[in-house]
């Protein structure tokens, strides 16, 4: 695969990522995060076992016998995260949202050092302290000395709480190397919809749809659940995962873009907090000693 072609891949991932915010956002209005979820991983797993299949052709026995593992990804990965996206989206921006996920790689980059032992170097400390600065000037809106003294917007925390769960859902995926990563996500979203099939069935009946969420939620059953994932994973193999989480940045420039097309402000603070966040983002994906980066599947 030519680089060029590699980087298109690389870039679309992200982008469609950056679609699963604004896209988020609509839906939320006509659904609850737990239908939401529903809705997205059921279309997912439509396609994804016969990709799967088609892609990695893998012993789907041996996949299978590591269901525990599969499915505590499916509560943290699949379901866990989603939820906490999903209501978060009820509360708060599209692009807040999207700033407070950005620095989950470093965080990723930090705990992996804590309980992995994985080794930190400098320049993750310096990341992982920039990328903090970054998100606390976008929570309190450019005036850090009122953080004793502001009421949170419950969205922000939420998405603190997201990315806590994902960054446990990646360290726990380092224990799945031996499992094709297509037909891993593809069991783990299984096993997920079935624990939350309960909880959807008892959610009631939002159907019917407006046109808007229908297609919101086709999209982001398509694209951000399938379409990004192949192409991120395409893009790992061919340049490696710490050259590809450097592409993690453009979720936020794509959903800042998106956002203010779609007539949405953008407040100077947000600007600067989010660059801030960029630079932590990009040291710690520049650390050459931390090796690979889990794969992303949101």
Same mark, same amino acid.
């Given at each position: 695969?030519?680089k060029r072609k590699v980087y298109?891949?690389?870039?679309?991932?992200?982008?469609?990522?950056?679609?699963?915010?604004?896209?988020?956002?609509?839906?939320?209005?006509?659904?609850?995060?737990?239908?939401?979820?529903?809705?997205?991983?059921?279309?997912?797993?439509?396609?994804?076992?016969?990709?799967?299949?088609?892609v990695e052709k893998p012993a789907?026995?041996?996949?299978?016998?590591?269901?525990?593992?599969?499915?505590?990804?499916?509560?943290?990965?699949?379901?866990?995260?989603?939820?906490?996206?999903?209501?978060?989206?009820?509360?708060?921006?599209?692009?807040?949202?999207?700033?407070?996920?950005?620095?989950?790689?470093?965080?990723?980059?930090?705990?992996?050092?804590?309980?992995?032992?994985?080794?930190?170097?400098?320049?993750?400390?310096?990341?992982?302290?920039?990328?903090?600065?970054?998100?606390?000037?976008?929570?309190?809106?450019?005036?850090?000395?009122?953080?004793?003294?502001?009421?949170?917007?419950?969205?922000?925390?939420?998405?603190?709480?997201?990315?806590?769960?994902?960054?446990?859902?990646?360290?726990?995926?380092?224990r799945a190397k031996g499992i094709?990563?297509?037909?891993?996500?593809?069991?783990?979203?299984?096993?997920?919809?079935?624990?939350?099939?309960?909880?959807?069935?008892?959610?009631?009946?939002?159907?019917?749809?407006?046109?808007?969420?229908?297609?919101?939620?086709?999209?982001?059953?398509?694209?951000?659940?399938?379409?990004?994932? $192949?192409?991120?994973?395409?893009?790992?193999?061919?340049?490696?995962?710490?050259?590809?989480? $450097?592409?993690?940045?453009?979720?936020?420039?794509?959903?800042?873009?998106?956002?203010?097309?779609?007539?949405?402000?953008?407040?100077?603070?947000?600007?600067?907090?989010?660059?801030?966040?960029?630079?932590?983002?990009?040291?710690?994906?520049?650390?050459?000693?931390?090796?690979?980066?889990?794969?992303?599947?949101?």
């Open positions: 695969m030519n298109l891949f690389l870039v679309l991932a992200n982008l469609f990522w950056a679609g699963n915010y604004i896209f988020g956002k609509l839906v939320v209005a006509e659904l609850s995060p737990i239908q939401m979820t529903f809705c997205r991983w059921l279309i997912a797993v439509c396609l994804l076992f016969p990709i799967a299949q088609w789907w026995k041996a996949v299978w016998k590591n269901w525990p593992l599969l499915l505590l990804m499916g509560l943290l990965g699949v379901i866990g995260y989603n939820l906490l996206l999903y209501e978060a989206l009820r509360f708060t921006t599209s692009l807040n949202a999207s700033l407070v996920n950005a620095m989950n790689p470093a965080l990723i980059v930090f705990c992996a050092a804590l309980f992995l032992k994985e080794r930190l170097s400098k320049y993750s400390v310096l990341g992982l302290l920039v990328s903090l600065v970054g998100v606390l000037l976008v929570l309190t809106k450019g005036q850090p000395g009122f953080i004793f003294q502001m009421a949170y917007n419950a969205g922000d925390l939420l998405m603190l709480a997201a990315i806590s769960v994902w960054t446990t859902y990646s360290l726990l995926g380092r094709p990563p297509i037909a891993a996500i593809a069991v783990s979203a299984l096993l997920g919809l079935l624990v939350v099939l309960p909880f959807f069935l008892a959610s009631g009946n939002p159907f019917p749809l407006s046109g808007k969420a229908v297609i919101g939620i086709v999209y982001i059953g398509i694209f951000p659940s399938v379409a990004s994932f $192949i192409f991120w994973n395409a893009g790992i193999r061919e340049i490696g995962a710490s050259r590809s989480s $450097i592409y993690m940045n453009l979720i936020t420039v794509f959903t800042a873009i998106l956002s203010v097309l779609m007539g949405n402000g953008i407040e100077v603070s947000q600007i600067i907090g989010g660059l801030l966040v960029f630079a932590g983002v990009y040291l710690s994906a520049n650390n050459r000693s931390f090796g690979r980066h889990p794969r992303r599947d949101s």
